[in-house]
């Protein structure tokens, strides 16, 4: 598992950042695209599907795949850099980091402005502590 010092991770926010907030618009538009089919099969159930417009499925399902496709992609490459994604939704990323021989995690939550709270690996956000000296110590954690 890749680690980070807190000032590696403050560093890679701008990027990550920007992936993740793509990756939030492709999701959203995939849920839109999802709303959109359910209430066309709704329909389709209702009128019995005599007016179904065969074209307009494809090309939506065609668009719903692209979408999942672009929100996978973002989120690969996220998790390419050694970054965990524990919630896209609110747009949290993890990174993994050393403090005094054990491995716990830098919390980032999309609108912050830098990483602020760690946590142990079994606690979650929960359990997220404000960054303190020894993860600031000329920004290499021990």
Do not use: Y
Request: some cysteine; hydrophobic content about 40%.
């Amino acid at each position: 598992m890749k680690t980070f010092t807190l000032d590696e991770a403050n560093r890679l926010l701008p990027v990550l950042g920007g992936l993740l907030k793509s990756a939030l618009e492709h999701k959203a538009e995939l849920e839109r695209l999802e709303r959109r089919a359910e209430e066309l099969a709704e329909r389709v159930l209702m009128s019995g599907g005599s007016r179904l417009k065969i074209e307009e499925l494809i090309a939506e399902k065609g668009e719903r795949e692209q979408a999942l496709a672009r929100v996978r992609e973002l989120l690969g490459e996220i998790a390419a850099t050694g970054v965990l994604v524990k919630d896209l939704d609110i747009g949290l990323l993890d990174f993994p980091c050393q403090l005094e021989g054990e491995t716990v995690l830098l919390c980032w939550k999309m609108g912050e402005a830098a990483i602020t709270h760690w946590h142990g690996m079994e606690e979650g956000f929960k359990g997220r502590k404000p960054i303190d000296e020894r993860m600031t110590g000329g920004g290499r954690p021990n």
